[in-house]
Structures are given as C-alpha cells and as structure tokens.
C-alpha cells in the first residue's frame, strides 16, 4: 500500500490528531499502530518547543526510560520544570517512531520560556513548577495532559485557589455506569488486544468524540491556560502543513483534540499569545524513576502503578500468567515458597474475578487480590513488597552523556564513575572506612554535595563500629537532585570548587557562631582545605564579638568534633585547636555568671550546655596533650569551674546536681565528700522544688544515675530520706519532677531501687540488725536455681557434651563462673 493510500485511510480530512492519554500504554500501542498505518511525514507532539534539538538523543542506545526533559531558567535554576517520559508514554513511542523512520518530530506546547516566567509572575512557582498538567493520570485528576511536572502551580499541587476542574476521564466513566475512573480506562482501552484491531484509528475518533461533547459542554474545563497553549499549538500545526502538506500527525493530551480541529483565525490566536512574560530558558534530558512518576504529590505522573503500565506495555501476550510469574519470582528470591502450582492457581482466581466482576481481562485489582489470596497466604507483609518491587519498581532512567549539562553536572558525573558510586533510585546503606582512599573519596564527594545543597546522601547511624574512621550513608538519587546540581553550578565547574565557594560564602554571611563551627565542621568533612582559612577567620571574629556563653558553648562541640574529623583524613587542624582551646578559656571565664539567676526551662538548657562542653572538654584535652599544643591542663581548669558551679547558692539546683555528679565521675570528688554536698542540698531548709531539681542533675538523664544509688546506699538514704520528709502541700509540686527523673531508668533499675527503699536502705546505713553484707542490692549467697537453669544453653553454645559427660561440663562451668 502506497503512503498516500495509507494517508487516505485517515479519518477525517486534515492532519491526524491522536488524542492521547499521556503515561497511557494503551494509548502508546495505538499511538504506534496508527503513525505504522498513517506513515505521516512529520509527527507534532505536546511538548516545549524548546526541546526540539534534544529529540536526536532519543535514538541513543544509552538513553533508557524513564526520562525527563528539564527545563530550568537560565539565571534562576531553581525555576525549572520537568516534562517525565516513560518507555509507556504515547509521546515517547512517537518520537521513537519518528526517528526510527527518518520523520520529523517536533514539540508545539507552549514554550517553556513563557511557562516558567508565568509560574514566577503568579508566585506559585515551585522547585518544580511549570504549566498546568492536564494528564488524566495526575493528582488532580484532571483527565488530559502536557506532562509538565508541576503540580497545577500550587505548592502542594492541589490547584487549591483555581476554578474547578472537570475531570474527562471521570466524566466518561460515570457516563459508562463506572464508578471508577482508572477501572473503566483498564476495561475500554487497556485490555484491548491491539494486535487484532480492524481500524487503528477508531479509538481515537471514539476519544475525539467523546472529548468534542465534554468541550461543548464544559469549554475549558476550568483550565484558563488552556485557550493559550491551544492557540500556540494551532499555529505550529498551520506551519507544519504550509511546510509538509496534510500529512501531518499530532500527538496530543486527548482534551485538547476539539480545539485543534476549530476553526480559528491565525490573528484571533496570535492575539490570546500577545504580552506573554518571557524568561531565558535552557533544556536537557535527565533520569527520572519510576517512584516519581508514581508519586501523588507535587505532580509525579499521578500514576499509581508504572511497574504493572509498563509491563502491559511490554509483554507481547498472556500479560497476567507473565505478571504473577514475575510476582512468583521476586518472592522466591526473599525465600518464599512459591511453586509453579501456586502460580497457576493465582492466574485461576484472577480469572475468575474478572468474570465475576464483569471485566473483559484480569487488571491489577484481580491480579493483586490472587497475589495475596495464593502466593501471599492472606499477609499483606510481602504484598507490600510485590507492591513496592514491581507494581511501582524502583526503575532510575539513564541519559547519554552526550546530553547537555551544566560543567558541574559533568564533573559529578565523572566523580561517580571514578568511585564507582552509581545513582539508584532504590535507598540503600553504604558503609564506609575512611582509611581506604575510595571510600574517603567518597565520604568526601557527599559532604560536598551536602554543602552545595544536593542530597543523595544523608549520614546515617552506623551498625558496627561508632569510630571515627567510619561512617555510614543512606543514598537514594532523586530527579529533583538534577535541579539541585544545575543551581549548584554558580558557584563553580568541579564540585570540590563550588563547595569550597559555597563553604566560603556562607562563613561571611553566617548569622550564629554555632553556624560557622558547623561550618568549620562540614569543610573538615568535604576535605575542603581552601576554604578553611576564611571559615576560620570568620570564626575568630564571631568567637571575639559574641559574649553569649550559651552560644559558646553550643559551638565548642562542633569545633572538637572537627578536630578528630581532622585527625581520620590527615587534616592539618592546629589553627582549629588554637581556636578551640580560646573558645574553651572563654566559656570557663563566662560560665560561672551565666549560670545565675536563671529560670527552670532555662536551666534546663545550660545544662545541656554543660553535658556538651564536658563532653568536648576531655576530647579537646586528649587531643592538646597528644599535639603538645600547650593546653594539657583544660580539664583541670574545666573541674575548677564544676567545684564553683557546685557550691554557689545562686546557681540553680539542676546545675549544682550536674556538677557534682561530673566531679563524681570523673573522680574529683569522693563519695563522702558528695554525699555531704547532696545532704546540703536536700537539707529541710532548701525548698521542695530547688531540691528536687539538685536530685535531677544528680542522678536524672542517660548517664547512669540510677546505677549509682543502687550501688551507693549512703546516697539513696539522702534520697529516700528526703522525700519522706516532704510536706504534703509541696509534694504535688516536686512530683512531675522527679517521676520524669526516675522514669528515665531501666525498668530493672527501677525495681532494684524499689526494693532497697523497702528493705530500708536507712536502717542498713546505720548498721541496723539483720542486715545482711555484701554488696547492696544482691543477695549474700548466690541463687543455685536460676543459674542451673542457664547451663544447658550454655552447654549447647560452647559445644559440650549433652549426654554422659553433661554433669562433667556442668561443672567446669560452675567452677570456671566461680
């Protein structure tokens, strides 16, 4: 058949118009059966028509879906807007169509250089804001589309504040007698064979049909940018058929097919274009993932399960026996049971619901419902992960490198190769040992990204070792993250540059001191040499201007921690220990005053203060010492302020119990000599609350207060003694203070306290009779009893025998416990 006669089998005169339902892959099959039919000579598709340069790559064997175009304004990348493709899109297969066949294929939407200057000029332009989806897969549910990934402008991509929208495909459907939309689609288009279809073009004039009647009674639908992208569209289109004649065929969102075919002026739409805000705009490809696509929020595609799209699209016959054949497959790699019986139950009852329900073929519904009735015993444990794995997939498209990137976009993408940290879309945990250069390498390129605002990596609790030459990360690469990079790249061509401008940059501008020693921090981490000489400047001079101990105080930490941060990458950090060290000095200096007169919840925080700057203070003197850098004795100085925070009256009783029980600790003070101090302190002439406050910097948070008054009677004798002496009328007021201290034990903690205050720890401190030695809290002689009953399991974790020789073992291991 020659082309013309293909041409001729068109409906309708004109150019073809194949209204579309975008992330459709029923529309994709008929989309590649009608252009196989029609042989245009040129395919018109909705899209920016910027991106026209870039369709070539499409042909590249590197490129692989699920892709998007972004477009971004070129002194602001942060407006920028994404135009996501999968391998099921219609818009893909007719590009891949076009190329295949040597046909030109050309975007006509409106441009991005109007869309984004739109987005900014009504403020609701987002990280991705771009025009008004109209998919019918989108969140709105809005039933059309041009694949911009925006949302509807809104921040949350509600379209909250605009006109109403109607919604086609719900429109249809509810004509249909369906009272879900998604589930009438499946029936009508997606189970559709395709391969035996008489006339490939007869759903589309079905669709255009149905769209005409929707448009006469609803015009645009509620969406106001509509008449404006149509009106570009019409253009283009005129301009293709001046240019190639009538055989011309568009590739459109199905809502927008009625409006192409009216009949306008070429000056009626010339004028809905006039005065439209412009911004420069640059295009190129990047990686999408199919989790993206699926998300309901912002704009994702709205689609809710691109794994099962995908493989509908894909499977070239019996979709569901190749589907719960998949299922079965993932299940057996989490060791499941799953037999090739159980498949073929599962395709059984798919079936059968189908029929019972009405639908031509099983869709996902019925195929889900046999997943976990057969292969998932009735557990929605692993059908959370059938869901997760396949229905959705944790696909991450690729581009060619031969897309255009901005030079940051490009030396990342050489770091990543050189080591060997591929992008995923699925998270995953990467454990590092900053002593092998590949994995320092690493840790350095994430911290730099995470300077410069791009958040692959995040740091993570580590499993195993809490050393400092280890470090672990949860990585996951999100599109978004291309944004991030192209914003990223003013501050330079090589990620280690732009994190060093960056890092050099917000050290001038930073607010807090803390800010800069995190910053001091962070460029420890990233190996950013260049950058620390300004950082530490900008450190001196906000250390010498700020007089708030408790800003000094929040800051010392970081500045420590960067010391030993130093210390694992082979760090020169001697200008960082001199500025430590004078930190140090100044918060020992200001300590004492600005711990006076201070009210509960402010209290509360300078003891965290406190906790924080003895913490750094024993790592700050190690380290000192070590370098011989002249401050070994801070941790003499930093005792000296603890003696005078704990013998000041003016200082709150939360702060002098800390401070005791830091002397305690580190052997400052005896257990006599705190016990007096603790006795002062409870003494009947200190109120109720300021009492209750010493017994929670005493023995109240994490640090194993409760441990100390099991194994120190004399000091749970103060305790106890006390608080049966409180008055009735003062209790209540002390009560939510001490069960938040005594709540934060362990239970076994609690319960051996509660039984030493029974027994009368009093009585036994005053050597009362029938009392028994030993240590306090235990029993004088061992229970044989309950350590009998552990013997077997250790007889069968060391290996012993079970049988003759039980009662030898059993007795070696008495003897060796002994």
């Not at 984004?116 to 109209?134: C, I």
């Amino acid at each position: 058949m020659s082309e013309d006669t293909a041409w001729r089998r068109s409906p309708g005169p004109g150019p073809l118009l194949l209204g579309v339902r975008h992330h459709g892959p029923g529309s994709a099959r008929a989309v590649r059966a009608a252009l196989d039919a029609a042989r245009p000579r040129v395919v018109l598709i909705e899209g920016p028509p910027e991106a026209d340069a870039l369709i070539p790559l499409a042909a590249d064997p590197e490129m692989r879906p699920p892709v998007a175009l972004l477009g971004h304004a070129v002194d602001e990348p942060g407006r920028s807007a994404f135009w996501p493709l999968a391998d099921f899109s219609p818009e893909w297969v007719a590009v891949r169509w076009a190329l295949e066949h040597e046909v030109p294929a050309r975007f006509i939407d409106l441009p991005a250089t109007h869309t984004l200057a739109w987005e900014s000029e009504e403020g609701t332009a987002t990280a991705t804001a771009a025009p008004d989806p109209d998919l019918d897969p989108n969140p709105d549910g809005d039933g059309d589309g041009d694949g911009a990934d925006a949302g509807t402008g809104d921040a949350d991509g509600s379209g909250a504040g605009r006109q109403i929208r109607v919604d086609p495909l719900a429109a249809l459907a509810e004509a249909a007698g369906y009272d879900d939309p998604e589930r009438w689609w499946e029936d009508v288009v997606e189970h559709r064979g395709g391969a035996g279809e008489r006339d490939v073009f007869a759903p589309f004039a079905a669709v255009a049909e149905a769209m005409a009647a929707l448009r006469e009674t609803y015009g645009a639908g509620g969406r106001d940018r509509d008449p404006v992208r149509e009106a570009h569209m019409r253009l283009r289109l005129r301009a293709a058929q001046r240019e190639f004649g009538e055989r011309v065929a568009v590739v459109c969102g199905a809502w927008h097919v009625p409006a192409l075919r009216a009949r306008t002026t070429v000056a009626a739409d010339r004028e809905l274009l006039k005065g439209l805000p412009k911004v420069r705009t640059d295009m190129t490809w990047v990686p999408w993932t199919n989790r993206r696509l699926a998300r309901a929020s912002g704009y994702g595609a709205g689609i809710d399960s691109p794994g099962w799209y995908g493989h509908l699209f894909r499977a070239p016959d019996r979709p569901v026996e190749r589907w719960l054949t998949k299922v079965a497959g993932l299940l057996r790699e989490e060791d499941r049971i799953v037999s090739s019986a159980h498949v073929i139950e599962a395709v059984r009852l798919a079936e059968t619901l189908a029929v019972m329900r009405g639908r031509p073929l099983p869709g996902l519904g019925e195929t889900t419902d046999a997943v976990r009735a057969v292969l998932c015993e009735g557990s929605d444990v692993p059908l959370a992960l059938v869901h997760d794995r396949l229905v959705v997939g944790d696909v991450l498209g690729e581009v060619p490198e031969a897309a255009p990137a901005v030079p940051l976009q490009r030396d990342l993408a050489r770091e990543q190769r050189r080591l060997r940290l591929k992008p995923e879309a699925l998270e995953r945990e990467l454990e590092l040992d900053l002593r092998k250069d590949t994995d320092s390498g690493r840790s350095r390129l994430l911290h730099r990204l995470r300077l410069l605002g791009v958040g692959w990596g995040e740091p993570a609790q580590s499993r195993g070792s809490t050393g400092t030459f280890r470090e672990t990360w949860r990585l996951r690469w999100e599109p978004e993250l291309s944004v991030r990079v192209a914003e990223a790249g003013v501050w330079g061509t090589t990620v280690e540059g732009a994190a060093t401008a960056r890092a050099e940059a917000d050290a001038v501008h930073a607010g807090a001191l803390a800010d800069v020693t995190g910053l001091a921090e962070h460029c420890l981490l990233a190996g950013l040499p260049d950058a620390l000489p300004v950082v530490m400047r900008a450190l001196a001079d906000r250390a010498a201007l700020d007089t708030d101990v408790g800003h000094l105080a929040q800051a010392l930490p970081a500045l420590v921690r960067s010391l030993r941060y130093g210390d694992v990458r082979g760090t020169d950090t001697q200008a960082l220990a001199e500025v430590a060290a004078g930190l140090a000095e100044r918060v020992f200096v200001g300590l004492p005053p600005a711990c006076t007169a201070l009210d509960a919840d402010a209290a509360d925080e300078m003891r965290g203060h406190v906790d924080a700057v003895h913490t750094a203070v024993g790592l700050l003197g190690e380290t000192a010492a070590q370098a011989g850098s002249g401050h070994p004795d801070l941790r003499l100085r930093w005792r000296a302020v603890l003696r005078t925070l704990s013998g000041r009256d003016t200082v709150p009783g939360v702060l002098r119990g800390r401070a005791v029980r830091i002397l305690l600790d580190e052997g400052e003070l005896g257990p006599p000599e705190a016990a007096l101090l603790m006795g002062l302190a409870l003494s009947p002439g200190t109120p109720p609350a300021d009492a209750a406050a010493w017994i929670e910097g005493f023995v109240g948070g994490s640090g194993g207060g409760g441990m100390l008054l099991v194994h120190d009677e004399r000091l749970l004798g103060l305790v106890d003694a006390w608080l049966t002496g409180v008055p009735a009328e003062a209790f209540t007021d002390v009560l939510p203070l001490l069960r938040r201290t005594f709540s934060a034990y362990e239970p076994g903690v609690r319960r051996t306290i509660g039984e030493l205050v029974r027994r009368g720890p009093g009585e036994r401190l005053r050597g009362g009779a029938g009392q028994a030695e030993g240590t306090p809290g235990f029993g004088a002689e061992p229970d044989t009893g309950r350590a009998d009953a552990v013997l077997p399991v250790l007889r069968l974790l060391l290996g012993l025998g079970t049988g003759e020789d039980a009662e030898e073992s059993d007795n070696d291991l008495v003897g060796a416990g002994r």
